[in-house]
């Protein structure tokens, strides 16, 4: 398509011509006629080219002023196939998208697809002209001038960024709900500490944005013009006016309350995000003070940097790439700004993940980020009886100072531990203990499926194995504090059926990898030496208490399974840390979940098992080596032996093919981790 700005004389004459003859325009004299001709344009079309799209919002009319068009609309032919369908022909003085009274579609949206048939030249009037020329001009009645106000609040709405997902047809019913305000310079829209209860669309004019902190001045942070939105943030998180906002010239505004804000994201997820990444956008993220910085060097020679809260107690670990970004954040620069100065030193543009690292260090505690603009949307039904629910059955109590009574308590117990003597004397219980179990395996669920008391016989050490989850946690805990490093927290809770510990050892981050790396098991071991220590007694309660031997051999086998599903590294537990920790490769996991997608989904895999990459992934390579392993071990073998014996000592039933079935879930439920990140990740638009 070419369109001539400035209108030939022969083309105006022809427009005069074409505009006069319809109905609409009759009564305008030949002046005004030709003042709306001017602020046209004439558009030239080859033969077979678009005009306007099916579904397309109506922007503009045409006035044919040489050549021939076809009207032709989507339909479902009889055997079920989309067609276009041609059902009509245009030809020169007739229009698209005007009937005799006014806009020929009534829903704003194209009812149906033109195509220039010939070289085509038409007239362009645009929606918003057409709508001023009517301010001035009257004449064409009330019926028409409401249906371009409409058509052109639709317009502005769809620019607007949260709303351009939306379906034309939601658009129009949000256009015809919406109120228009007119605004004179000088007026304030709202007061930074107001409650919200509407955000707006400028359709002309500018406001300014200006916001305070604490007893200090009011400061101007920004100056909006038309399309641009303001007022959604309070209306996301259902908090206060984060900034006051005060029109600077005449302004026309579209106005969306509260309640119609909030159907539009609940109903609209699309529209939900974008509005959160408008918000994200505004932010400009400022290093706190409180951050100490640490140089490391990781086991390849690569110097890397920590980050240290000195308030909280908090650690993150930068690459490179992380170290960079860190020294952008300084107040100044927004999210897309801080990506770009990120593209320019690495040739790499992800805003989305520039932004999650972002929100990260903000939720680790490491920058400062004005909590308005990014809260999540508030959400009605939080007080509702489920979340109250929710309250209850993931409730946490963390105990304060706990560096001090972890201290305490290892100056206590360390001997029992970690003496040279007793980590000796501890390691012959592990494995006297792992061999008692394994005699006395089979012989266990004999006794077991003979007994009256089988089921008391086996909850107990199932309970008895739940209450060694804290101690599993004071492990990490002492063992932190055997290399001189602080526990900065630690807590009990259960997250609906299931208990939980939390310990926060974070401060081993400033340690060897060797330490890390034993801090990261020291909570197995602590199992493997509760369960050698019940192998032992179990051998010789045998002959004169079998029942309670029994319990003790089932409370081992509980300590061995809760040991194995640690170490399995498809999971984020003891293991993966470990292995982390070990390769030295503080995000592992996520690398190597990318690393076996780009290998699987690459056209050319050869490019990827060339020595040279294969030598540069060979971390990767090795944390999949050993997950495969541990599905096969944890996920299959383990399974289907242990759920062979229990189905016989507790049911009585030998059935080999119920419990390869049984061991198919348990493979299915190891796996479903890492399988979910793996289908997020290929959703996802990039896989950097």
């Keep these: 398509m070419e369109s001539d700005i400035f209108i030939t004389d022969g083309d105006a004459l022809m427009s005069l011509t074409v505009l006069s003859s319809h109905p609409i325009f009759s009564a305008f004299s030949t002046q005004s006629l030709m003042e709306l001709i001017s602020g046209g344009t004439v558009n030239s079309y080859h033969a077979n080219e678009v005009v306007v799209n099916e579904g397309d919002l109506v922007d503009a ?3 044919i002023l040489r050549g021939q068009c076809e009207i032709r609309k989507h339909i479902v032919s009889a055997s079920g196939e989309a067609i276009e369908q041609p059902i009509a022909t245009l030809r020169e003085e007739e229009n698209i998208g005007l009937s005799e009274v006014g806009l020929f579609s009534s829903t704003g949206v194209r009812t149906a697809s033109v195509v220039a048939l010939l070289a085509t030249k038409a007239l362009c009037l645009s929606v918003k002209m057409f709508r001023d020329f009517l301010k001035d001009h009257p004449n064409a009645g009330e019926t028409f001038a409401e249906q371009l106000d409409l058509l052109m609040r639709m317009h502005f709405i769809k620019s607007v960024a949260p709303f351009a997902s939306i379906s034309n047809q939601h658009i129009r019913l949000i256009a015809e709900q919406i109120e228009e305000e007119s605004v004179s310079a000088g007026t304030t829209i709202f007061e930074q500490g107001e409650s919200g209860d509407a955000c707006y669309i400028i359709t002309a004019g500018k406001v300014e944005i200006s916001r305070r902190s604490g007893e200090s001045r009011s400061k101007i942070v920004a100056t909006l013009a038309e399309n641009a939105i303001f007022g959604e943030s309070a209306l996301l998180m259902d908090a206060p006016r984060n900034a006051t906002v005060r029109v600077i010239e005449p302004t026309t505004l579209l106005k969306i309350d509260k309640v119609m804000f909030n159907g539009i994201t609940h109903q609209h997820v699309n529209a939900q995000e974008a509005s959160m990444h408008l918000q994200l956008n505004r932010c400009r993220p400022l290093k706190l003070n409180n951050i100490d910085v640490y140089k490391q060097k990781n086991v390849d020679g690569e110097e890397i940097t920590v980050l240290r809260n000195t308030e909280l107690g908090h650690y993150v670990q930068l690459s490179e790439h992380g170290l960079f970004l860190w020294s952008l954040l300084d107040g100044e620069l927004s999210i897309n700004e801080i990506a770009l100065q990120f593209f320019r030193q690495f040739n790499v543009f992800h805003v989305d993940d520039i932004a999650s690292q972002i929100i990260n260090l903000h939720n680790a505690g490491f920058i400062e980020l004005n909590r308005n603009e990014i809260a999540s949307p508030a959400d009605e039904t939080e007080v509702s009886l489920l979340s109250k629910l929710r309250k209850i059955m993931e409730y946490r109590v963390l105990f304060g100072n706990a560096d001090e009574w972890v201290s305490r308590n290892f100056n206590r117990v360390s001997w029992v531990f970690y003496s040279k003597v007793a980590l000796i004397v501890w390691l012959l219980v592990v494995v006297a203990g792992f061999a ?24 107990i050490p199932v309970f008895l194995a739940v209450l060694t989850i804290p101690l599993h946690k004071l492990a990490h805990a002492f063992t932190t504090k055997y290399y001189g490093r602080k526990v900065h927290c630690f807590g009990l809770g259960w997250y609906w059926l299931s208990p939980f510990a939390y310990c926060d050892t974070s401060d081993m981050w400033l340690s ?59 999971v984020e537990l003891g293991g993966s840390y470990a292995l982390m920790n070990g390769l030295d490769k503080p995000d592992l996991r996520l690398s190597s979940i990318k690393w076996i997608i780009r290998l699987f989904s690459s056209q050319d895999t050869r490019n990827l098992l060339t020595w040279e990459s294969i030598k540069a992934h060979y971390k990767e390579e090795i944390y999949w080596l050993i997950t495969l392993i541990n599905l096969f071990v944890v996920g299959t073998v383990v399974p289907y032996v242990v759920l062979n014996y229990l189905l016989f000592g507790l049911f009585g039933i030998s059935n080999p093919a119920l419990a390869i079935g049984m061991t198919i879930v348990v493979v299915i439920v190891s796996s479903v981790g890492i399988y979910k990140e793996i289908l997020l990740r290929l959703s996802s638009k990039t896989i950097p």
């Excluded at 089979?442 to 009256?452: I, K, M, N, R």
């Excluded at 002959?543 to 399974?561: K, N, Q, R």
Aim: charged residues 10%; neutral net charge; contains cysteine.
């Design 61 to 63: 009319v045409f006035f």
């Design 436 to 459: 008692s179990f394994v005699v006395h395996f089979g012989c266990t669920f004999d006794l077991l499926a003979a007994s009256p008391y089988k089921w008391t016989l086996f909850l």
């Design 512 to 570: 060897s990898r060797k330490q890390r790396v034993i801090v990261d098991l020291a909570g197995v071991y602590l199992n493997a030496m509760l369960a050698g220590l019940a192998g032992v007694c179990a051998w010789f309660l045998f002959p004169v208490y079998p029942d309670m031997a029994i319990i003790l051999e089932l409370f081992a086998l509980s300590s061995y399974l809760f040991i194995l599903a640690h170490l399995n590294t498809a």
